[in-house]
């Protein structure tokens, strides 16, 4: 029965093996490689056809340049409905600077920084914020010199004396901080020394070989202030800063363009706080701005810093772009120091020469505490009026006898 067993099972998969060798194989890759090659040639076709039947006439292009311009005006004017409150900028003309630099230092003027002996703290406080705020100035001891002073050139006193200074120095401008009364006056002489004429052409042409101007041989023109109302950095604490050597933005008045004796002053006061371009100990950078602004016939000096704000938010920059029309905002903090110069004359020579502007409407202050000193004086006889007057009121009181005075003795 085994053996039978074993005979049947081996006829089965015999029979199984025949069954499966003999069913059909099916190829289905010669299928899937033919379809897409027949469906994509008639469509590059057709659209060949369309290209050429449109680049004849023209007509497919301008429907596109039709659509796109419709496109671009339903655009603007959806932007138009949503930024009604946005003003109307005017684009700023272009500026073409003058001036070609080739990055040399050229402009080498150098400026004399000095003050008179006997001055008060306040002023020496005002000179040393000065000296950090011009980098061109050249810093000098106290000048103790009298009256009677005659130096190498024409005059004698102050302004002899600051002369040969800055010759040896080599400065073409000067600040000189002049104290009188014991440091209750104080004056500020701004010039351009004889130093600044000495560069002459051996010729004797009058051609300045360092500047290319003509100067004359005295130096000048100078100018003197009486200097008031004086607030040195430390003592406003603003809280403006900026970079310590940093060429400012000299801002004037109009008034400087517009006024003859204010021209003049807009000329010294651009070569002594107007930092030259390339100097050494100058930074490439500008973060300040000095403001010179005429009121009630006196020059008030202020020092701002340019202090750029962009936004923190998207939604803060663009409100600050819809009334500004830029992402960030600029503003004015200021810095210190700030002082009002009162012009008194201006000579035509360094320190001294002929007039060429009065201010009439100055006061001298020694005339002013002479008068206050009066006004006291005749406050004090007033008093001393009344006092006499008083005294003969009373004497002059009598009280009338009274009949019943002695009923009673």
């Given at each position: 029965r085994s053996m039978a067993?074993?005979?049947?099972?081996?006829?089965?998969?015999?029979?199984?093996?025949?069954?499966?060798?003999?069913?059909?194989?099916?190829?289905?890759?010669?299928?899937?490689?033919?379809?897409?090659e027949v469906e994509a040639e008639p469509e590059v076709e057709e659209v060949r056809e369309n290209e050429t039947n449109k680049q004849p006439d023209g007509s497919g292009d301008a429907d596109d340049a039709e659509d796109e311009i419709m496109n671009e005006a339903i655009s603007s004017e959806e932007d138009g409905d949503?930024?009604?409150?946005?003003?109307?900028?005017?684009?700023?003309?272009?500026?073409?600077?003058?001036?070609?630099?080739?990055?040399?230092?050229?402009?080498?003027?150098?400026?004399?920084?000095?003050?008179?002996?006997?001055?008060?703290a306040r002023y020496r406080h005002l000179l040393e914020d000065l000296r950090t705020l011009i980098p061109?100035?050249?810093?000098?001891?106290?000048?103790?010199?009298?009256?009677?002073?005659?130096?190498?050139?024409?005059?004698?006193?102050?302004?002899?004396?600051?002369?040969?200074?800055?010759?040896?120095?080599?400065?073409?401008?000067?600040?000189?901080?002049?104290?009188?009364?014991?440091g209750q006056d104080g004056y500020l002489w701004l010039g351009r020394t004889s130093h600044?004429?000495?560069?002459?052409?051996?010729?004797?042409?009058g051609e300045n070989v360092a500047g290319k101007k003509h100067l004359m041989i005295t130096g000048g023109p100078s100018i003197?202030?009486?200097?008031?109302?004086?607030?040195?950095?430390?003592?406003?604490?603003?809280?403006?800063?900026?970079?310590?050597?940093?060429?400012?933005v000299?801002?004037?008045?109009?008034?400087?363009?517009?006024?003859?004796?204010?021209?003049?002053?807009?000329?010294?006061?651009?070569?002594?706080?107007?930092?030259?371009?390339?100097?050494?100990?100058?930074?490439?950078?500008?973060?300040?701005?000095?403001?010179?602004?005429?009121?009630?016939?006196?020059?008030?000096?202020?020092?701002?810093?340019?202090?750029?704000?962009?936004?923190?938010?998207?939604?803060?920059?663009?409100?600050?772009?819809?009334?500004t029309g830029h992402a960030h905002a600029t503003s004015l903090i200021e810095i210190g120091p700030r002082f009002v110069l009162n012009p008194i004359r201006i000579f035509r020579g360094s320190f001294g020469g002929q007039t060429l502007y009065v201010n009439e409407e100055f006061v001298n202050p020694n005339v002013v505490r002479s008068m206050e000193k009066k006004d006291k004086g005749d406050k004090y006889v007033r008093r001393k009026g009344e006092e006499r007057k008083r005294k003969a009121r009373e004497e002059n009181i009598v009280l009338p006898e009274d009949p019943l005075a002695d009923v009673f003795n």
């Open positions: 067993r074993r005979f049947t099972t081996n006829t089965d998969n015999m029979a199984k093996k025949r069954r499966t060798e003999s069913k059909p194989k099916v190829e289905v890759e010669p299928e899937v490689e033919v379809e897409p949503n930024d009604n409150d946005a003003p109307q900028l005017t684009p700023l003309p272009v500026i073409k600077s003058s001036i070609t630099s080739d990055g040399r230092y050229h402009n080498k003027q150098r400026m004399l920084l000095l003050s008179s002996r006997g001055i008060t061109h100035s050249k810093k000098e001891s106290k000048l103790d010199v009298g009256k009677n002073y005659s130096g190498s050139g024409a005059g004698g006193g102050y302004g002899a004396a600051v002369n040969e200074i800055a010759e040896v120095r080599g400065c073409h401008t000067v600040l000189f901080l002049e104290c009188r009364k014991r600044a004429n000495s560069s002459f052409n051996a010729d004797g042409d003197k202030f009486h200097i008031t109302n004086i607030h040195t950095m430390d003592e406003l604490k603003m809280t403006g800063n900026c970079m310590k050597g940093s060429r400012p000299l801002s004037f008045d109009k008034a400087f363009d517009t006024v003859d004796h204010l021209k003049m002053v807009k000329h010294l006061f651009v070569d002594v706080f107007g930092t030259p371009r390339g100097h050494p100990k100058s930074k490439p950078f500008v973060d300040r701005v000095m403001g010179f602004y005429y009121a009630d016939g006196k020059i008030w000096v202020r020092n701002y810093q340019i202090l750029q704000e962009t936004a923190t938010t998207a939604k803060e920059a663009h409100s600050q772009k819809k009334l």
